[in-house]
């Protein structure tokens, strides 16, 4: 029997390795990829049930135990968003693959591979570490990798990952000033250790503030989420996914792993109040835009904007009372809006390299091999929206629940007024499809099947979430520091 | 103290007029070749000093051969970059002063 | 040692302010980097006010320095790359139709 | 010392201070550049001071040395293009907002700051030194305890110069307009020495301030110094080519001692027992190799073509 540690281990080694191998030998790329997504995706679904199986653990590294040493901690979240991390890797990989090569605007195709292979170790340390600075490196390293595969494209995408480099790097640095004054201190990078010794101080406090603030600048939280639009907009459609779905979350996922680890005792009503208006801002502001984009991929990278936003309504509602609910609904609810929002941005891919072209009107017409895209776009979409049995549907169930149980009538109106505008800027994408299009030149490019069916997994899994709702409550439960 | 010690800081405080005189070229002097002149010169000579004194100072031979290996790494560059800036100067077409 | 303090202080708003204000894409870069090093000695002066002397900050600082090269480079290379679009424009062609493929 | 001390510390604040206002402020682009090149040296001044001779190394070399020349070679190559002040003017949003917020922010931070009992772990760094199998308690915190984020520092000075390379071919390294014979000369014979120089802190870096990241620093710095002074790149993209092979390899190492850990039974990193030494040090040399080449790599700017670099006309 393998003991469970050795989960983390490959989660970790395997990609950064794999990035190595593709690096010196290109020609291997594809092979290995997705040789080793299989075995990552396998590993991640195995750490998942392990999980479920006899809970949380932590790991040292090297034999040196906190505040020395460095540890991962493995609970529900951490699993949650290493399976996530691991279906979008994959299903992206397969999309690249299977990419029709002349239409896509990617410079160095070669360069393609290991730095996606580095953005998914990269998150994948991220999601593990449960050391302040060792997630600052890991920030880095996502960052970098993130910015790499944007520029890929060339042209105006190398502006907007410029933009996307600044913000994310001034994120960092703010974040690691919050650290500094933690280590300052309390002399402990670990973030159990930090839990058990925090006190309400100024010190903390001015360290939360700051460590918040990067995060939410790298997070893309209205009004610090100027720069996403056109990065995501721009990239590759397989990044645009990867950044849209795990990316984001990554940023998230560390907020809510400070909010209710080290820094809960500072979670007082304003604070929480705080957080959730402006994710109610975002929630309305980002769907407004969406609503009025004309490309396809942006009105997708806007919607990103507005679904993170009901991430941030776990603060209210947690600190109103509901802490488990509201906890289970946004974390079911960043995973579901990852798998979906990666699905779109796949299958929107498929759809604009079929057609040449990315503005809405022009998506009409014939859509005799854009089929299987279409369906996994409206799966996705309901997902989204919210619609049952969706994991969308069941997220969202359980924040309206908690919005009931704790009085919180505000939330629950932003709740159902962002579902709306969902519904909205998803209606007319989808509408797109129904309109006579625009003839483009040269016809339409005919598509490998696996581009739809790689958007059309993630689609299905996003659904699927709703139906293993249990299971999935009891994941996030499983030591999720909140009810451990 | 001892004689080595005073030894050391006399040839210390022997260094500290090149230094002024060279900081004195660089501000009154008027072109830049002239200045380069002063501070290559003067500084140099300063820092020699300097290092020899300190080192002495120190009583120990080892640290005496390394500081005095920081001022000839010293003297090579800043002679190169005395060099690289004059061209530099003169391809630009900056007369030398009085020409 | 509250001199290095208060300076790590000033650093970080000078940083700050110059990265807000700078309007040049290269001026920003360097005043992002003025801000991590503002960082870097609060972490040195924390360091030094331990008793004994804190070996973890400076391994943290090590480790900062080069990770900021990296982005430094990175940052460099993009900010070549997008002053020299206009030069490049064959390049762009060859790439696709940007924005709308994207 | 006292008052003396005080003195150099106070003036050195105020020299940091007006080069960084320089750096971020000065209307000339260059002059800002130079300001920031010369705010990296005084700042080893001021790591010296704090009782960090290893930082004030790394910044020396790294800081100053490599990220000024790649600076200067950004700048060089910004200001022959036409199209840059195009780029230049970006709107400005909200910043009237978030200037007054950082100010606030800084305000607390101050006042937090002020008062930081900061503990430290030294302590504990030194209980655990015996074990660690190195006597310098950095290196033992780079390469022992906290050895995961060295490896991920290494991925990400790799996973830059992947990223650099993915945006084009490299063009031609900067070199000096107008070459001096001297200044080859120099390059030549300072090239041996840069090499003894970082062996030597490599050596060092066991038992005293030193070690591979300095080491790599100084190597990595003087390599491009070489560059500046006109030797060719030789750096080369062959596939087939050992280069990437030698780009990788301490990334490469730094895993695979991770994962020897886990495949012994123990835990993840961690040095089988009495192996600690050996291990370290050959780790060591890894590092502190990839960390020199890396940053030269990083200095090129793009995947270097078959044959060294672009000429200049083609």
Known sequence: MIPETTGPVVLFSLPLAAAIVVFIRPRWSVPVTLGSGGILLATALWVVVAVLRQGPWRQDIGGWTAPLGIGWTVDGLSAALLLLNASVGLAGAVFHAARPAARTPVRDPRFFWPLWLFLWGGLNALFLAADLFNIYVALEFVSIASVGLIGLAGGSAQAAAWRYLLATLLGSTIYLLGVALLYGRYAALDVALLAESVEPELVTVVAAALMTLGLLLKAAVFPLHFWLPAAHGRAPPAVSAVLSAVVIAAAYYLLVRLWFGPFAPLLGPGVATLLGLLGAAAVLWGGLQALLQRHLKMLIAYSTVSQLGYGLLVFPLAAAGAVQLAWTGAVMLVVAHGLAKAALFLAAGAIVLRHGIGRLEALGGDQQGAVVAWVAFAIASASLVGLPPTGGFVGKWWLAQAALATGGYFWLAVLMLGTAFTAGYLWRALQAAMRPGWETEGGFQALSPALGLSALGLALGSAALGLAAPIAARLLDAGSGVVG | ?99 | MTVYLSLSGVLFLIGLHGFFTARSLLRRLLALNVLTTAVFLLFVVLARLAEPLDPVPHAIVLTGIVVTVSTTAVALALVVRIAGRVRDEDDDAAAGPRGDAG | MGVAGVIFDGLLALALVWLAWQATRAADLFHAVVSFIVFGLLMALAWVRLEAPDIALAEAAIGAGATGALLLSALDRLATRDGYHRVLYEPTTAWGFWIPAGGALLGGLTLAAWKLPAPGLGEEVLASLKLSGVDHPVTAVLLNFRALDTLLEIGVLLLAAVTIWSLGRAPSPLVPAMPSPALPALGRLLFPVFVLVAAYLLWRGSHAPGGAFPAGAVLGAGAILMLLAGARPWIRSSEHGPWRWILSLGLAMLLAAAVTGSLSGLAFFEYPRGAAGPMILLLEVAAGLSIALLLFALYLRGEPCEHGYREVGS
Do not use: E
């Not at chain 2, 060099?83 to 077409?93: E, M, N, S, W």
């Open chain 2, 1 to 99: 103290m001892n004689t080595v010690q005073w030894i050391g800081g006399l040839l210390v405080f022997l260094g500290i007029p090149f230094f002024l005189l060279g900081t004195l070229g660089l501000l009154r002097f008027p072109d830049v070749y002239t200045r380069l002149h002063a501070l290559a010169k003067a500084d140099n000579v300063g820092l020699g000093l300097v290092c020899i004194g300190l080192g002495v100072q120190s009583g120990s031979v080892a640290l005496l051969l390394k500081l005095i290996l920081i001022w000839v790494l010293m003297l090579i560059s800043s002679a190169t970059v005395a060099g690289l800036i004059a061209r530099t100067a003169l391809a630009r077409g900056l007369r030398p002063w009085g020409t």
